[in-house]
Every structure is written in structure tokens, then in C-alpha cells.
């Protein structure tokens, strides 16, 4: 086994050659940056030569440079080696054919095709279900044996055999894999005009993608707009800047990098006018929203252009650079750290986050939040820690454009505080309960839908989870897991039950949008956005209500 420790090695036979008298370092002087280069040298001489297990050299300087960003204390920093870039530098494109798809038992399920991917262009369909891959039989295939060989490099050709209920024998299809690109926004026209959109990243065409979206939604009959950025945990700076260009005026400060090296300082301005002006605006943030969802809220709320509602951001407010390095690897480093157009800093000195990926300010790892949630809201959402941060006491007071009191400190203090109803008792139990035992609740739950759908093709899509419907799930939980959960804890939370199979059957039957929609009319953050955006018919009033209420609320 490879030892990884990058100092405890050559921190010992440096100690054992000064001990020795081993060696003099001439005409360098101690603590200057020739010294220094000759010591490193020496060390990585002596390890490589003399160490009791051998070590490659090009290692050792790996392990150095890991050492090295270590010891800066930094989470952000990272050696990018050549074969982690494309994963490592934010991206919502990959190397596929284009389809959503369901490892089951008789074979790949095809839930979807992505449209303007290579195989949107084939005749294939939802519920097709590929059984061979490339000549080999995929019956019994793992999921992840089936995202494995479907995706590949672009260019090259994957061969699936597929059945079709109501075609004899096998169609073939030989698909080119090429990028496939993943929208990075949902979006749904509630009642009462009101237009939802969730932003799950500021990955490349983010911009393009949310306007494309509103644009849709006020074609629709939509008169105002939610922007869910609560699960949103950072992207690309320059999509979270054009994001805010959607709402402000020419010139309109976004966000302000302030950097030890000048170079890396540069103040952001929105490049256009207001593309939506007069539209009333609510931006949806949580504990969990971090740095590009943190740039876009603050500037929105400093420029009084939007509501923002829900509970305190993360506060991850670093700016991380990226640099070329010799064999096509790349540093990622902190730079500077980012402030709003009032002035206020986004970072919260005591946020800590151990990924960060590429040209990115957080992570999307939705699923690792959720597992690591100290609880769960209503809706299944996760509830973090840092929503507890209400208290304004100690905080800085910084005035927006219009004169009204926002707070510093770290993260963005939302103007309206709602914070999500979390899981009951039972709820909370049967949850521990499902963990403890290891069941996939949410990913049985949606393989039930694909079976259900095709066993009964009459499905409506308002469908309501009936005793019956409830029941057959519960039986078929226990036929995969083998597992008999106390019938006690499943009475004490079928609400919750009952909620989850019907946002999963959504999903599998009729698409991410009717799962979707079940989520959006279960969170209180959102009725209560949607509430607010039915009486306002302009910005103004909109933060005059939201104003309204939060002093209710405090007084």
C-alpha cells in the first residue's frame, strides 16, 4: 500500500540529516526562497532514494502538492490532475447517447430521450427497454453498469438491442454518442398566474435556459415569478452574473471581487437593461443556497428588484481561480472573496464545504445533503443548519438602493423569514427506520411507478394514492428488500408515504414536471410566495407586503 502522508516522511530524514550533519546548504541563506528550493530539493532527494518502501519521484511531488494545499486551511483549493478535468471543471454537458433510464431486472428502461441529443434523433421511445448493449445481454444490469456503457467517449458508436411491447423480436439501434446537454431549470404556471421556476445550477447556458423558461411562462398567462434557488449551491460566476442581468438595469452592480493581487479584483455589472421590468419577483433561498445563489439573491434584494424569502444562505462567499499547470493539469485556489452592491461580505468565516468543483462556487450533491440533513421539511427537502440563523442581533445593518435595512455578517438574510415545515415525529422515525435498515425509499418508490405505469397505461396524471395504491407499494417494498417495517411506524406517517409515492409515480409515469408540482404544492415557501405574488402586481408593492409581514412576525 502506497503511503499518502505527504510530511511525516521527509519531515523525518530531514531531521535525521541536520541531526548527522548530512549535508550544508552553501550560500543560500536560511528563510530566502533560494534556501528553501535547495531544502525541498534535498528532502525529495533523500525520500526518493533512501525511504524504506520506494516511492516514484513524480509521486512525491504529487504528494507535495497535496501536502501543500492542505496545510492552506483552504476546502476550495485543489490539484485538478488531467484525467479528473472535464469532471472537475463545471460542465452540464457528457459524453452519451441521451436518455433517462431505469436498470431493471428484464433490462434498461428508457424513460425519456433528451431532446437535440443522438438518440432524439433515432426512433426510440419512452418505456422501450433495452435488453442487449454492444452484442452482450443488459438483463439484470445494475444502474450503474448501464450508465457505464451507454456513455462514452463522443464520436464513438454504442450498438442496443431493444423490445418494443408491440413489436415482435428486436430492434436494433446504433447510436453515436456525442455531448449531451442537461437543462439546468424546471418550471411550472401555478394557479393564480404565478410562474415557479427552479434553478438547480449556474452550469453553462443557466442564462439562457431561465430566460427561455420565463419567456414561456408569461407567454403562458404568468404575471410573476418565483425563482427557486433554495437547492441551488453555486455554478459558474459568469451564469450567476447573467442571471442578475435578467433583472437589472444597465450598469447595475452584481457582485464585487476583492483580491490580494489586483489582477483577481473586478467589480461585475449587469451588461443589459432589466429584461422583465415591472415584473414582481420572489427569490427563494435556504440554508443550503450557496455562492452564485447567494450572488444572485444579494443583488436582487440590494437593488430592491426582488422579495427574497425562506432562511439564511450558507455564506459561502469565496472566489476560486483556476490555473494551467505543465502536463495539462490545473490549481484551483481561492483568490478573493465577494461582496454585494451594498457592501455587505457573502462569506460566513465559519461555512465550511469540502467540495468545490472547477470554476464553481459549491456543489450540487443534492443526494449527500439530503443523507446528512439533520431533518427533513415536509416536502422530503432537506433542513439544514444554517436555516436556524435568524438572529439579526451583532450583524452589520447595510441600506439597499431604496433605503430599506438589510444585514451583513455572512450568507443573505432573507427580507421574510418562512421557514419549511419539517416531518413529524413518526415521520422522522419511519425515516430513521428506512435508513437503519437500508432501504431505498425515494429509488423503490420511483421503480414501482415505471412498473405500475406500464401495468396500467389509463393513469391520469392528477392521480390521487389511494389505500389500495398504498398498499401494493408497501407489498412490493417488502418483496425487494425483504425487509418487514414496523406496521406502526408506517400508520404513524402516511401522510408522508403517500406523499413520496405519489411524487415518485409522477415522475416515472409523466415526467420530472409532475413530481415536481406535487413538491411545489406541499411547500409552505412556495404557498406562501405564491400568496404574497397573487396581491402584488408590482415590485413595490410586493417588498411593501413583504415588509408588512415581517414586522408582523417581529412585533
Do not use: C
Not at 168 to 175: D, E, R
Not at 323 to 351: E, Q, V
Not at 386 to 409: N, W
Not at 491 to 497: C, Q, S, T
Amino acid at each position: 500500500m502506497k503511503l499518502r502522508r505527504a510530511w511525516v516522511a521527509p519531515m523525518s530524514v530531514l531531521l535525521a540529516a541536520l541531526a548527522s550533519g548530512g549535508w550544508l546548504l552553501q550560500e543560500a541563506q536560511p528563510g530566502d526562497v533560494r534556501f528553501n528550493a535547495e531544502l525541498f530539493k534535498s528532502v525529495h532527494r533523500f525520500v526518493a532514494e533512501r525511504y524504506v518502501e520506494e516511492i516514484e519521484p513524480g509521486e512525491l511531488y504529487d504528494m507535495a502538492v497535496d501536502g501543500l494545499l492542505v496545510e492552506l486551511g483552504d476546502p476550495y483549493a485543489a490539484y485538478i490532475r488531467a484525467e479528473d478535468r472535464e469532471q472537475a471543471l463545471l460542465s452540464n454537458t457528457y459524453g452519451g447517447v441521451g436518455m433517462r433510464i431505469l436498470a431493471e431486472e428484464e433490462g434498461i428502461t428508457i424513460l425519456g430521450i433528451i431532446p437535440d441529443s443522438p438518440s432524439s434523433d433515432l426512433d426510440l421511445r419512452p418505456e422501450d427497454r433495452i435488453v442487449e448493449v454492444d452484442g452482450e445481454s443488459a438483463i439484470g444490469w445494475t444502474q450503474e453498469e448501464a450508465v457505464e456503457a451507454l456513455r462514452g467517449p463522443r464520436g464513438e458508436s454504442v450498438e442496443v438491442g431493444v423490445k418494443r411491447a408491440e413489436v415482435a423480436g428486436l430492434l436494433h439501434f446504433t447510436i453515436v454518442r456525442d455531448r449531451v446537454h442537461i437543462v439546468a431549470v424546471q418550471s411550472v404556471l401555478l394557479d393564480g398566474d404565478v410562474g415557479y421556476i427552479l434553478l438547480e445550477r449556474f452550469s453553462q447556458e443557466a442564462r439562457r435556459e431561465l430566460e427561455a423558461a420565463i419567456n414561456d411562462l408569461l407567454a403562458a398567462g404568468a404575471r410573476s415569478l418565483i425563482l427557486d434557488l433554495r437547492y441551488n449551491a453555486g455554478g459558474i460566476l459568469r451564469e450567476a452574473v447573467e442571471v442578475a442581468d435578467l433583472f437589472l438595469e444597465k450598469g447595475d452592480q452584481v457582485v464585487d471581487t476583492r483580491a490580494r493581487d489586483p489582477r483577481d479584483s473586478h467589480q461585475y455589472e449587469a451588461p443589459g437593461p432589466d429584461r422583465y421590468p415591472g415584473l414582481p419577483l420572489v427569490v427563494l433561498v435556504s440554508g443550503m443556497s450557496a455562492s452564485g445563489s447567494e450572488i444572485v439573491a444579494g443583488a436582487l434584494q440590494d437593488y430592491d428588484r426582488a422579495l427574497v424569502l425562506g432562511t439564511t444562505t450558507y455564506g459561502k462567499g469565496v472566489m476560486q481561480s483556476v490555473f494551467p499547470l505543465p502536463g495539462d493539469d490545473y490549481l484551483r485556489l481561492t483568490t478573493g472573496t465577494w461582496y454585494t452592491p451594498s457592501g455587505r461580505s457573502i462569506h460566513r468565516r465559519n461555512a465550511e464545504r469540502e467540495e468545490a468543483d472547477g470554476l464553481i462556487m459549491g456543489s450540487d450533491d443534492f443526494d449527500e445533503a439530503v443523507a446528512a440533513a439533520v431533518s427533513l421539511g415536509a416536502s422530503g427537502d432537506p433542513v439544514s443548519d444554517g436555516m436556524a440563523v435568524t438572529d439579526t442581533a451583532g450583524r452589520p445593518v447595510y441600506q439597499t438602493m431604496g433605503g430599506r435595512s438589510v444585514y451583513g455578517g455572512g450568507g443573505i438574510m432573507p427580507d421574510l423569514f418562512v421557514t419549511p415545515d419539517t416531518l413529524t415525529t413518526a415521520e422522522q422515525a419511519l425515516r430513521q427506520a428506512l435508513m437503519s435498515a437500508e432501504i431505498p425509499f425515494a429509488n423503490l418508490a420511483f421503480r414501482f411507478g415505471v412498473k405500475y405505469k406500464r401495468q396500467h397505461p389509463e393513469l391520469k396524471r392528477d392521480f390521487i394514492v389511494t389505500p389500495f395504491l398504498r398498499s401494493e407499494f408497501l407489498e412490493y417494498l417488502q418483496q425487494e428488500t425483504g425487509e418487514t417495517v414496523d406496521r406502526d411506524l408506517i400508520v404513524g406517517a402516511v401522510d408522508l408515504i403517500d406523499y413520496q409515492l405519489g411524487r415518485q409515480l409522477a415522475s416515472a409515469a409523466f415526467g420530472d414536471n409532475a413530481g415536481l408540482e406535487r413538491a411545489i404544492r406541499r411547500s409552505q415557501q412556495v404557498q406562501e410566495a405564491k400568496s404574497l405574488l397573487e396581491q402584488a402586481r408590482t415590485p413595490e408593492q410586493l417588498l411593501t407586503l413583504g415588509e408588512a409581514l415581517r414586522a408582523e412576525s417581529e412585533g
